[in-house]
């Protein structure tokens, strides 16, 4: 079978904010460039984001760049990366105000400015008053970044592949890449797309978790197919579970319900968050609150019959301001729960939202693997990644909230110019890596066996259950052997699973299967980084290592997938120009 | 429940047909998307679009009960049984309940759907004052699911000409913005007797719209933007 080859100077793979940011760079400088999608660009996952994102304006109060920084480093538990914190938190402001040229419909303030709402772990003056530094678009500030950047991508002429869904990286005997092998939703059939730089940008994994706020095609595609390339994941253990997920059904009510004045109670009608974090109340980290409300439910303050779950009240905000800044979560609570935050109480409970970990990529957005000497990092060539599927490490142990917005747009912006370079200094494709292609195909050619075995869909239920149950906000050395040995045993059955559908044309359920060879390889590195890292830090609470142990575990995880081997490297403490921030016992 | 499903693969099948499923349990609050995932674990061969699960990328319009309409925020409760499940009228199938949307994007894009302000970038933000942001409210927010399109009579029959509620949507959420300096140039665009005029304010789209947004009125609006350059 002769595949059918496109040839383009860059290939981006992912149209969420990190992809389509990039696209836009290296369209706007003229890069014959793809960019490649599993679903048509608006409807990525971006779209979702409420809130908004982070920069130091300061339209409301006063704010800048370094305290943004010191709030982030802190946020991070201290596992965050200061030099590519440094130049993230200062280049947001420039980046925002690019974002509302393009056409971004920011909520604004009396002065015509762009309006900014307080966010959890925010602080002006290095942990003094709360901070008001997440810009945002009501509570569409996702929709309205991901459109815009669309919007942009259309008038620059941006080369899309849209329902294309990427199967694999191509990498030759010199370890570059090259390309990748994709195939086309709508037909079925595969198309070999070379690129001398290629970009990973394919969002988040939420989907390996039984509850959770992402999307049905969150399932870290890039990440594994990173994996499969023979490259490491970075600090996968990190999984943030956002506080205010809708209690048993995971939709997420932004934290700008917080940010807004909006708190949590429990059934004594408590303001428990005043106990657990007495200055930042219900704005502490997310992690800290994540972890109040998992208390106050096990200490059976808990409301509801079953005293599950706890309540977020805001019908104290008014009307008006409720209907103004947060008009979609309150169309959210009407659909799904049949109640008004204007008048009812509306039932949270922490849920799976997103994975601090990722591909590891240096601030330039150059992926970088294990190098030949321990404790060395080697640039993989031609390979660029960004957004919430790479790990720069900006969010480290613990991400705060708009930081992802900012993450995306920052480092997609990053990666295109460094690819830019990189396609401008090489100018000649690398010879197509047929080995590597065959291999790939395989692993395509598996779907077509016939025959008797379990479905796709069951072992994606038994996977994301077996990741809530072992591997969810409070953790310990048995449920995570527990855990790694469950989801072994799902990784060998998924090899007994039978396409029942052989059909080409728009076939959802190969797509579907191929989502679950990759979510099973990323869940294996998260509960195999879980359970190896004794120690409790931002997201990741062992009961049994309650503190958190600097003099060790100041380091960052790499899990490599042969072997399911593990490696470390160390935090980068040093940032570009200030000093750095030495790790502090971190309260609220 | 009982579910009559729009069913074709145009590699087997010669002509499409309906497909009854059961579902004996429907909880209280289940909603059509979840239920066409259930049915799937059962029917693998079944085609649709899903992603976010709550009304925000776009990706499940789908004709339900003759109506165009999400899937994910359509409740089982408010349907009359059968559920009749078919692809969103006026656009090619491809298979199953997926469309081809490519007429639909392409009506999108010739409006020119992106900000043009011509000056030179300032340093800051462009200054809006809360009153002119607050005319993008209502416009801004549309999720291209093209619920509205594809139930607008003026749409079906002259699909290449006529641009569309969700276009024209589009074309007025930038009309409308203060940073936008191409107002004649989007104007003269939409000159011609069909790309606009084609509407007769049936108003099935502001009917089906699942984000509460009234294409009918934007398009009255540029009329009678229309009429004043005319002037
Ligand atoms: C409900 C919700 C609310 C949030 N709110 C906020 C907020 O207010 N502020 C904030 O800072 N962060 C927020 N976040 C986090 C933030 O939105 C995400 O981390 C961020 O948008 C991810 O962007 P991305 O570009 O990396 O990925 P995505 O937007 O998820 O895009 C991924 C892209 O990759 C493509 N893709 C994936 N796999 C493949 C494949 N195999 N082949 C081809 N294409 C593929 C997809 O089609 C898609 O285009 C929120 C997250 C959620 C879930
Ligand atoms: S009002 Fe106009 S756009 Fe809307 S359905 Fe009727 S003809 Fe179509
Ligand atoms: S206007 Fe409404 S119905 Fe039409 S595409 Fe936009 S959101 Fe969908
Ligand atoms: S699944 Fe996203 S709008 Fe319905």
């Known amino acids: ?588 | 429940m009982r579910f009559r499903i729009y069913r074709y693969n145009p590699e087997t099948d010669r002509e499409p047909y309906m497909q009854e499923y059961d579902l004996p349990e429907i909880g209280a609050d289940m909603v059509v998307r979840e239920a066409l995932i259930i049915i799937k674990g059962v029917d693998e061969t079944l085609s649709f679009r899903h992603s976010c699960g709550e009304g925000v990328c776009g990706s499940d319009a789908m004709n339900i009960n003759g109506r165009s309409a999400l899937a994910c925020l359509t409740k089982l409760a408010d349907l009359a049984e059968p559920v009749e499940i078919r692809p969103v009228a006026g656009l090619p199938v491809i298979r199953d309940l997926v469309v081809d949307m490519t007429g639909f994007y392409r009506q999108y894009r010739a409006v020119k759907p992106y900000l043009i302000n011509r000056d030179p970038e300032p340093e800051i933000e462009h200054l809006q004052s809360i009153e002119d942001r607050e005319k993008l409210d209502g416009l801004y927010e549309c999720i291209m699911c093209g619920c509205c399109s594809t139930m607008c009579p003026s749409f079906w029959w002259n699909p290449d000409k006529y641009l569309g509620p969700q276009a024209l949507l589009q074309a007025w959420r930038f009309l409308a913005d203060s940073r936008d300096q191409a107002t004649d140039e989007r104007l003269d665009d939409l000159e011609g007797p069909y790309k606009l005029y084609r509407c007769h304010t049936i108003m099935n789209c502001v009917e089906v719209c699942p984000k509460g947004l009234n294409p009918t009125k934007a398009i009255g609006h540029i009329k009678q933007l229309m009429l004043k350059k005319a002037i």
């Open chain 1, 1 to 588: 079978m002769s595949i059918n080859r496109r040839k383009f100077d860059a290939l981006v793979i992912g149209a969420g904010g990190g992809g389509l940011r990039a696209g836009l760079h290296l369209a706007r400088e003229g890069v014959h460039t793809a960019v490649v999608s599993k679903v048509f660009p608006t409807r990525s996952h971006t779209v979702a984001a409420q809130g908004g994102i982070n920069a130091a304006l300061a339209n409301m109060v006063p704010d800048n760049w370094h305290w943004h920084m010191f709030d982030t480093v802190k946020g991070s538990d201290y596992l965050g990366d200061q030099d590519a914190i440094e130049y993230m938190c200062k280049v947001a402001p420039k980046i925002v105000y690019e974002l509302e040229h393009f056409g971004v419909p920011f909520s604004r303030t009396e002065k015509g400015k762009i309006y900014q709402r307080p966010f959890g772990g925010q602080s002006q003056n290095f942990g003094g008053d709360q901070a008001a530094r997440t810009c945002a678009a009501a509570d569409r500030t996702g929709h309205a970044m991901l459109h815009s950047l669309y919007q942009q991508n259309i008038a620059a002429n941006t080369h899309f592949f849209d329902e294309y869904f990427a199967i694999d990286l191509l990498r030759d005997d010199d370890g570059h890449v090259t390309g990748a092998l994709v195939i086309e939703i709508e037909t079925g059939e595969p198309l070999v797309i070379e690129a001398k730089a290629t970009l990973l940008a394919t969002g988040g994994c939420g989907q390996m978790y039984k509850t959770n706020t992402n999307a049905h095609v969150n399932t870290g595609d890039g990440m594994a197919m990173a994996l499969r390339a023979g490259i490491p994941l970075q600090d996968m253990e990190f999984f943030q579970f956002h506080p205010t997920g809708i209690a048993g059904r995971g939709l997420l009510l932004t934290e700008g319900c917080r940010g807004e004045g909006g708190y949590l109670v429990n059934k004594d009608g408590e303001r428990f968050m005043e106990r657990y974090a007495p200055n930042a109340k219900d704005l502490a980290s997310r992690d800290v609150v994540s972890r109040a409300i998992y208390t106050e439910v096990k200490e059976g303050r808990g409301c509801g019959p079953d005293g599950d779950h706890v309540h977020l009240k805001l019908s104290h905000l008014g009307a008006d301001v409720i209907m103004k800044r947060l008009p979609g979560i309150r169309d959210t609570c009407m659909t799904f729960l049949h109640k008004d935050p204007i008048t009812d109480l509306i039932p949270i409970y922490p849920t799976a939202h997103y994975v601090m970990g990722g591909i590891p990529t240096n601030r330039a957005g150059e992926v970088v693997s294990v190098g030949k000497r321990k404790g060395t990092e080697a640039v993989v060539p031609g390979l660029y990644a960004a957004g919430e599927c790479a790990c720069v490490s900006v969010h480290g142990a613990n991400r705060l909230g708009g930081n992802s917005l900012l993450d995306i747009v920052v480092f997609g912006r990053a990666a295109a110019e460094n690819m830019i370079e990189y396609v401008r200094a090489n100018p000649a494709h690398r010879d197509l890596p047929e080995k590597s292609l065959e291999q790939v195909e395989g692993r395509l050619a598996r779907w077509e066996q016939t025959g008797e075995g379990p479905s796709v869909l069951d072992l994606r239920n038994e996977l994301k259950t077996a990741m809530e149950t072992y591997c969810g906000v409070y953790r310990d050395q048995e449920t995570l052997a527990t855990g790694i040995e469950k989801v072994a045993e799902i990784v060998e059955r998924i090899k007994d699973v039978r396409l029942k559908d052989q059909s080409k044309v728009y076939n959802t359920s190969r797509i579907e299967a191929l989502e679950l060879e990759n979510l099973a390889d990323i869940a294996m590195a998260t509960v195999t980084s879980a359970h190896a890292r004794q120690e409790s830090r931002g997201a990741h609470s062992r009961v049994d290592f309650p503190e958190r142990d600097d003099a060790n575990w100041m380091q960052h995880t790499l899990y490599l997938r042969e072997g399911r081997k593990l490696a470390y490297k160390p935090v980068r403490t040093q940032p570009l120009t200030v000093e750095s921030f030495p790790p502090k016992k971190r309260t609220y």
